[in-house]
Nanobody, 124 residues
Framework: VQLVESGGGLVQPGGSLTLSCAAS????????MGWFRQAPGNEREGVSC????????NYADSVKGRFAISRDNAKNTQYLQMDSLKFEDTALYYC??????????????????WGQGTQVTVSS
C-alpha cells in the first residue's frame, strides 16, 4: 500500500490550500483515513479523520470550522480543504489509513499506512 500526498505549498495567512492523498493498493483493512501534521520540535498530531464507510468525521479543536476532510472511495483518495490558514498551521502534513478506536480517532499509533508528507507553510 502506498499513500501519496500532494497539494502542499506556501500560502499567506487567511489563504486556502487543498491537500490530496491518493492510495494505491488495497486499504480495505483500514476503515479510517486521517490527516496528521508535525511541526519542527513538536509531536505528530492528528488533524482530522474520516470513516470510509459512513463518512463520519472528526477534527482537532484547532482546525474546526476551518478544515474539511472528504474522501472519494471510487478514486481511493482523500482530501483536506484548509481555509483561513494561520501561521501555526505550518507543518509537514501526512495522510494515513488505519483502524482507530472510537476513543482515539486521531491517535497516530492507530494508523499503519502512512504517506511521505507534504509541506504546508503559512507565511506573509
Amino acid at each position: 500500500v502506498q499513500l501519496v500526498e500532494s497539494g502542499g505549498g506556501l500560502v499567506q495567512p487567511g489563504g486556502s490550500l487543498t491537500l490530496s492523498c491518493a492510495a494505491s493498493g488495497s486499504t480495505l483493512d483500514a476503515h479510517a483515513m486521517g490527516w496528521f501534521r508535525q511541526a519542527p520540535g513538536n509531536e505528530r498530531e492528528g488533524v482530522s479523520c474520516i470513516n470510509r464507510s459512513d463518512g463520519s468525521t472528526n477534527y482537532a479543536d484547532s482546525v474546526k470550522g476551518r478544515f474539511a476532510i472528504s474522501r472519494d472511495n471510487a478514486k481511493n483518495t482523500q482530501y483536506l480543504q484548509m481555509d483561513s490558514l494561520k501561521f501555526e498551521d505550518t507543518a509537514l502534513y501526512y495522510c494515513a489509513a488505519g483502524q482507530p478506536a472510537l476513543s482515539a480517532l486521531r491517535l497516530p499509533s492507530m494508523y499503519y499506512y502512512w504517506g511521505q508528507g507534504t509541506q504546508v507553510t503559512v507565511s506573509s
